[in-house]
């Protein structure tokens, strides 16, 4: 049985960016057409920046996760390879847990495997910042 496809949905600009970055990263048209991030650009609705609602995980939001394993709440931020730093919770788009996060809303759970083969997953409480809800569309 295959897992449910969550619906996403991506400001126009993420994804132009992000469809950049697989471009990049993949080089080939078969390995982007076969990378995951790829399969969920595809996938997703996309909508003006000024449109996107306010609980949606955008690039470089911050939100926070409750790890019903741990039971702790941690808060990490969307941020692009380059930016990205695990260490001080800047969580890379291209990682299992940015691909995650990318485009959900609020409210959502998040499952993702680590290279080590194990499964995690956590509740998306909440969307602490977002550029574009605080006005910055070009983020």
């Known amino acids: 049985m295959e897992a449910a496809v969550l619906e996403r949905t991506l400001t126009e600009l ?76 800047a969580v890379s788009v291209m990682s299992p847990l940015g691909m995650e996060l990318l485009g959900l809303p609020a409210g959502s759970t998040v499952r993702w495997g680590t290279a080590d083969g194990r499964s995690h997953g956590a509740a998306l409480v909440s969307v602490l910042f977002q550029p574009e809800a605080a006005g910055d569309y070009l983020a």
């Open 14 to 89: 993420d994804h132009i960016r992000l469809t950049r970055l697989v471009q990049r990263a993949a080089g080939s048209a078969l390995a982007q057409a076969n990378h995951p991030l790829c399969k969920l650009l595809d996938a997703a609705d996309v909508v003006p920046s000024q449109a996107i609602p306010r609980d949606v995980v955008t690039m470089n939001s911050r939100v926070e996760l409750w790890d019903p394993a741990t039971e702790q709440c941690s808060t990490m931020t969307l941020r692009y390879p380059a930016d990205a730093d695990p260490a001080s919770g």
